[in-house]
């Protein structure tokens, strides 16, 4: 572009979804819970948060004075598409690295082709996994997700995430999560390796206004293995010979902070360990008396269950819930899966 300030309706777009994302994260700041904050922040600090609000102000402010975008060598303005999945940039293409050029050009690619990634989800037949899998959204469409697919060595891929909102804002970014993560689950290794490109490729996209919650898992069949990553999701629960253990954050929820890093972990799954993977619409149920269903009264009913196959479990577990909720309609997206090896 031969002009050193974006057109005006550009500016403004950019304008309107950079306070968007500065009061949706000020919004988390002030009314999250602390416990609820632990969770979505994983081993990182409050303080790496409000570094990413730093920098959603800094780039707001240079929508103001509108030198957003401006290239620091030719001090013509970046090409917008650029600027639409990082709206951080200062340097024009031309002036990057091949290495610089390869990386964009990879994501330039992937987000040309979410809009024509998505396709029907069904459960997978994952050899010695018993699965079982329910949504319900709070509105009409919602902002939960849960998904399948091979990684590059042919592992198998479990995630379940969340997005902060309801309806169809937080559905429209869900839909690009899942066709990102179509796109990368099978050109990775690793759950890391996926978690951290989808927070490199959402922290900065314009479009983005809410962070996202997420849990990836593989399950290698051979070695019984399961690895994952949790990005500030709810605690999974892996439940053997009637004892619970939570797997917790390894990492920041998704375009929550700068640079995130994480952490994959792993563990073993035996004959009758059941794995339950849920979104806060659970645990957040309220019955007619305020009260929480919670993850002790989780635990509670999964210890129970433990026994059944994965579709009774799951069945029985959103009876419990409902009963427990009785009249009171739910307020948030609910997800449940239920994995049990054989």
Sequence with gaps: MDKETLDAPLLQRFQNSLARQKAGLLDWF???????????????????????????????????????????VCHECVDPGHLE????????IDHYSPEEKRQLELDLELSQKLQKALLPQKLPKIPNLQIAAFTQPAKIVGGDYFDFFRFADGSHGIAIADVMGKGMPA??????????LRLIGPESLTPVEVVSRLNRLFCHNINLTRFVTLFLAQFKPESRSLLY????????LLCRSGAVEWLRPTGAAI????????????VRLDPGDVLVLYTDGLTEALNEADEEFGTERLAEH??????????????????????FTGNRAFTDDLTLLIVKHS
């Design 30 to 72: 002030q009314k999250t819970p602390a416990d609820k904050k632990r969770i979505h922040l994983g081993p990182a600090s409050e303080e790496s948060a409000r570094a990413h609000l730093g920098v959603l102000e800094d780039s707001l402010a240079r929508t103001e004075d509108k030198t957003i975008g401006r290239c620091t």
């Design 171 to 180: 559905s429209m970014l869900m839909a690009s999560l899942q066709a990102s």
């Design 85 to 92: 999945i990082d709206y951080t940039t200062s340097v024009c």
């Design 229 to 236: 990553a949790n990005a500030g999701h709810n605690p999974a």
């Design 255 to 266: 375009g929550l902070i700068e640079g995130a890093e994480y952490e994959t972990r792993s």
């Design 302 to 323: 999964v210890r129970s269950l433990a026994p059944l196959p994965a579709s009774d479990h799951l069945k029985r577990l959103r009876e419990g819930v409902r009963k």
